[in-house]
Structures are given as structure tokens and as C-alpha cells.
């Protein structure tokens, strides 16, 4: 079974700071996935990877898979995007395994 | 396109009553997909389909049932409803045509069992 593990559980950021949110996960996966979860709740894809980097807006998503580490980036922070971060991974099944998310607070 | 539908959005149950959470997709995804997200946990796989009339347990598949009689429904059902149902519920669909693809989500139902 997958283990997927993030870092940190809970990140408090000033608006225009540069935030990182770590994932590790302990076998072989297809891809790995971010998503958002607003705080209404609704659950969005940000990004799907299965090697190098991908960038959208100021989102960044880098995958590491040697070490089987990936980290999201967040470029000039802003209170919108305040909401938990979920990592996930996909093996052979389809089926994805979260992480239990990353709570973050950007304060004005 | 709507994308994924789910209703109700809340419910409150008595123990031991019965319910059914309403999925509906309307992108022609094959795979769809029931999770469950309890308060600082990972979300939790409960059933999946990979098409109509073909349904797979997962990770957490006790007390729940589902069907798959077409391409757009999936809907899940509650049988004697515990505490530990408790929850909020995901419904989730994807195109299926590769091993890695985008899981589109639903708004959630947010379920109380008392």
C-alpha cells in the first residue's frame, strides 16, 4: 500500500511570501496529483505529473522520482489561496492514495 | 456542462436509518468513484465503477452499497446507518483512458448520523 505523506500539516503565510508544501510517498506510482480544497469544501485538480515540473499562474508542481518527493510552490502569495492542499498518488489500479492535506492561511 | 452533481449537499440521519447519495456526471467518464473524508484524514476510497453495470469494493467498503445501470449515475447506498458514518462524501469521475488521469469532483454531501 501507498503511503502518502505531507509537509507541513499547517503553514501560516504573510500575502507575498513564497510557500513550498512537501509530499512524500513510499512506492512506485503512475502520477502524482495536487488538488485544492476551498473552504466551501469543492475538491479541484491543480496539477497531474509524472516526472519534471509543471507551472500554471503562479502554482508550481515539481516531482522528484528517484527520491519520490514532490513539492507544490505558491509565487507571491495572496489570501485567496488559502484552502488545503492535497497531495495524491495513482498506481496501476487508477486509484488514487491521499495525503491527509496541508492547511494554508495567507494573512493580508 | 455541469460536470459532477451530488445531492443532498446535507443529512442528518437517525441510527439505523437507510439513505441514498446521488452522483451524476455528464462528461461520459468512465470511472467514477465514492470517497469519504473524515476530519484530518486522507480522503478514503469507499467503491469505484469502470463502467456501467461493473463496481469494485476499495479501501473502506463496509456498510455501503452501490450500483452502476449507466454511464452517468452512480449513486451510493447506506444501509443502517452508524455513527462512524459520520462523514463527508465525494463523488468523483474520470475519463479512464489512461493509467494517470484528472479526477473531476463533486461538492460533497455532508452527512451526520446521530
Known amino acids: 500500500k501507498n503511503e502518502v505523506e505531507q509537509s507541513p500539516q499547517n503553514l501560516t503565510a504573510q500575502e507575498g511570501e513564497f510557500i513550498t508544501i512537501n509530499c512524500s510517498y513510499s512506492v512506485g506510482i503512475s502520477a502524482l496529483h495536487w488538488l485544492q480544497q476551498h473552504p466551501g469544501g469543492g475538491i479541484v485538480s491543480l496539477f497531474m505529473?509524472?516526472?519534471g515540473k509543471k507551472k500554471h499562474g503562479r502554482l508550481i508542481a515539481t516531482i522528484n522520482i528517484q527520491e519520490k518527493h514532490s513539492s507544490l510552490h505558491i509565487t507571491a502569495s495572496h489570501p485567496r489561496d488559502s484552502a488545503v492542499y492535497i497531495c495524491?498518488?495513482?498506481?496501476?489500479?487508477?486509484?488514487?492514495?491521499f495525503g491527509s492535506g496541508t492547511q494554508l492561511t495567507v494573512l493580508p | 456542462n455541469a460536470g459532477v452533481t451530488q445531492t443532498p449537499k446535507f443529512r442528518i440521519l437517525k441510527i439505523g436509518q437507510s439513505m441514498t447519495l446521488q452522483c451524476t456526471q455528464d462528461m461520459n467518464h468512465n470511472y467514477m468513484y465514492w470517497y469519504r473524508q473524515d476530519p484530518g484524514m486522507g480522503l478514503k476510497l469507499i467503491y469505484y465503477?469502470?463502467?456501467?453495470?461493473?463496481?469494485d469494493k476499495g479501501e473502506v467498503p463496509n456498510g455501503y452499497n452501490v450500483s452502476r445501470s449507466t454511464t452517468e449515475d452512480f449513486p451510493l447506498r447506506l444501509e443502517l446507518a452508524a455513527p462512524s458514518q459520520t462523514s463527508v462524501y465525494f463523488c468523483?469521475?474520470?475519463?479512464?483512458?489512461?493509467?494517470?488521469?484528472?479526477?473531476?469532483f463533486g461538492p460533497g454531501t455532508r452527512l451526520t448520523v446521530l
Open positions: 465503477s469502470v463502467g456501467a453495470g461493473i463496481t
Open positions: 495524491a498518488v495513482s498506481g496501476s489500479a487508477r486509484q488514487l492514495t
Open positions: 468523483a469521475s474520470s475519463r479512464g483512458g489512461s493509467l494517470a488521469d484528472t479526477q473531476y
Open positions: 505529473l509524472s516526472s
